[in-house]
């Protein structure tokens, strides 16, 4: 059974920086890629950004590119998003979700439980 335990949410005031990570667990579980979605109450969820496990290629959406960074750590199963100079339209749930890769890399079939992250303006 592969859980995925987020962590780092809360409020930032416009400007500020948060951090997320989320954890694989699973005794053998190895993803090929991981990534962060996000959702808005009345709004379905989006992509945010995305990291290939044996690689390291990522892929981010328009509108938070240059501002977040996503990374991992292999060792962990942990995946990382850096989130900076952040826009009262960041705030949202953000998910955590894993891929096995069983019929595309960014197949995404594992969700974390999200985790709350507001900027203030």
């Known amino acids: 059974q592969v859980q995925l335990v987020e962590s780092g949410g809360g409020l930032v005031q416009t400007g500020g920086s948060l951090r997320l990570s989320c954890a694989a667990s699973g005794r053998t579980f190895r993803p090929v890629a991981m990534g962060w979605f996000r959702q808005s109450p009345g709004k379905e969820r989006e992509f945010v950004a995305d990291?290939?496990?044996?690689?390291?290629?990522?892929r981010y959406r328009d509108s938070v590119k240059g501002r977040f960074t996503i990374s991992r750590d292999n060792a962990k199963n942990t995946v990382y998003l850096q989130m900076d100079s952040m826009k009262p339209e960041d705030t949202a749930a953000y998910y955590c979700?894993?891929?096995?890769?069983?019929?595309?890399?960014?197949?995404?079939?594992?969700w974390g439980q999200g985790t709350q992250v507001t900027v203030s303006s």
């Open positions: 979700a894993a891929s096995a890769g069983a019929s595309s890399p960014y197949d995404y079939n594992y």
């Open positions: 990291i290939k496990w044996s690689t390291g290629s990522t």
